[in-house]
């Protein structure tokens, strides 16, 4: 299970929202009852919020997605990540918190 506030204490970030509770050591099928949209929320500026939710809900096929909303703008997200790997998700977050302007366009889809 990742710990959240730990792996997030090297970034000048606020955790408003956890409910993630899958566990990187299990499969996802195992864990199905625990994919769903809200996940986790993360504060990185005032204007700036990181989310991360599986969709669709409690769908083996789905897949994580991380968006970065900009102003409360939910409706046009500035940049979504997309992966159904936990461990890639963990990188991603990494990616995009290190410098969330400049994450690698290989892996982020301008919207």
């Not at 986790?40 to 599986?54: F, M, S, T, Y």
Request: hydrophobic share 40%.
């Amino acid at each position: 299970m990742i710990n959240w506030n730990s792996f997030l204490s090297k970034f000048n970030v606020i955790l408003t929202y956890d409910d993630f509770i899958v566990d990187n050591k299990k499969s996802l099928i195992e864990q199905i009852d625990n994919l769903k949209e809200d996940l986790l929320q993360i504060q990185i500026k005032e204007n700036l919020l990181l989310d991360v939710g599986w969709y669709p809900s409690f769908n083996i096929n789905g897949e994580f997605q991380i968006k970065l909303i900009k102003n409360n703008n939910w409706d046009i997200p500035i940049k979504q990540l997309h992966t159904n790997d936990i461990n890639t998700l963990t990188e991603m977050l990494v990616e995009i918190l290190n410098n969330p302007s400049t994450a690698s366009a290989a892996r982020v889809q301008d919207v």
